[in-house]
C-alpha cells in the first residue's frame, strides 16, 4: 500500500516570502500521480498543482512550484510570493494510474501567513 | 474546472437515525466517486469506492452495512449512516472522478447528538 508522509505539522512564512513544504511517499508503482491539495477554513479541497510521475519537468503554477525528485520519492511543495490566501490546511496526495486511481493523502501542513 | 455538490452542508440528527448524502457531479459523468471522512485537524480517510451499476468498494475498517452506498446514476452517489451514534459525526466528502483529476464535494458536517 502507498503511504504518504509530511513531516511538518505546521509553517508559517511571512508575507511575500517564500516557503517550501516537504512530501515523503513510498511505492512500489512506477507509474503514479502525485498532488498538493490545499483546503481552507471553508473545508473546500483545492487542486494547486499535479505532477505526473513519468514527466521529469518540475511542474509549476504561477506563484507554487514542486521539486519532485523520483528516486528520492520526494515531492515538496514550494510558495512564492507568499499571500494572506495562501494560509490553509496543505495536503499531499498520492494517486495510482491504475485501478480505481484512488488517492492516498498525507497528514496535513498547517501554513500560516503572518502579515 | 469541474464541479460536485454535496447536500445537505450540514446536518444534526438524534442518536438511532440514519441520514443520507448526497454527492452529484453537476457537469460531468461520473463513473467513479469516493467518500472521505475527516476527523478535526486530521487528513481525508478513504471509506468507500462507488461505482456507478455495482456494489461499492469499502477500505479496510468500514462497516458497509453502516455506511450504505448508492451509485445509482453517473452523475449521483449516495452515502447513509445507518443508525448514526456521536461518534459517527464527522465530515463527510465526497470526490468524482474526471478525466485527469478527482474533483472534491464542499462536504458535509455530521453531528449526532
Known amino acids: 500500500a502507498q503511504t504518504v508522509t509530511q513531516s511538518q505539522p505546521e509553517m508559517s512564512v511571512q508575507e511575500a516570502e517564500t516557503v517550501t513544504l516537504s512530501c515523503t511517499y513510498d511505492?512500489?508503482?512506477?507509474?503514479?500521480?502525485l498532488f498538493w491539495y490545499k483546503q481552507p477554513p471553508s473545508r473546500q479541497m483545492i487542486l494547486v498543482i499535479r505532477?505526473?510521475?513519468?514527466?521529469?519537468q518540475n511542474a509549476t503554477e504561477n506563484r507554487f512550484s514542486v521539486n519532485f525528485q523520483k528516486a528520492a520519492k520526494s515531492f515538496s511543495l514550494k510558495i512564492s510570493d507568499s499571500q494572506l490566501g495562501d494560509a490553509a490546511m496543505y495536503f499531499c496526495?498520492?494517486?495510482?494510474?491504475?485501478?480505481?486511481?484512488?488517492?492516498?493523502f498525507g497528514t496535513g501542513t498547517k501554513l500560516q501567513v503572518i502579515p | 474546472g469541474a464541479v460536485v455538490s454535496q447536500h445537505p452542508s450540514w446536518v444534526i440528527c438524534k442518536s438511532g437515525t440514519s441520514v443520507k448524502i448526497e454527492c452529484r457531479s453537476l457537469?460531468?459523468?461520473?463513473?467513479?466517486m469516493f467518500w472521505y471522512r475527516q476527523f478535526p485537524k486530521q487528513s481525508l480517510m478513504l471509506m468507500a469506492t462507488?461505482?456507478?451499476?455495482?456494489?461499492?468498494?469499502?477500505e479496510q475498517g468500514v462497516e458497509k452495512d453502516k455506511f450504505l452506498i448508492n451509485h445509482a446514476s453517473l452523475t449521483l452517489s449516495t452515502l447513509t449512516v445507518t443508525s448514526a451514534h456521536p461518534e459517527d459525526s464527522s465530515f463527510y466528502i465526497c470526490?468524482?472522478?474526471?478525466?485527469?483529476?478527482?474533483?472534491f464535494g464542499p462536504g458535509t458536517r455530521l453531528t449526532v447528538l
Open positions: 470526490s468524482a472522478r474526471g478525466r485527469d483529476e478527482q474533483f
Open positions: 511505492t512500489s508503482e512506477s507509474d503514479y500521480y
Open positions: 505532477q505526473e510521475a513519468y514527466k521529469q
Open positions: 496526495a498520492y494517486r495510482s494510474s491504475g485501478g480505481y486511481q484512488k488517492v492516498t
Open positions: 457537469d460531468f459523468q461520473a463513473t467513479t
Open positions: 462507488s461505482n456507478e451499476g455495482s456494489k461499492a468498494t469499502y
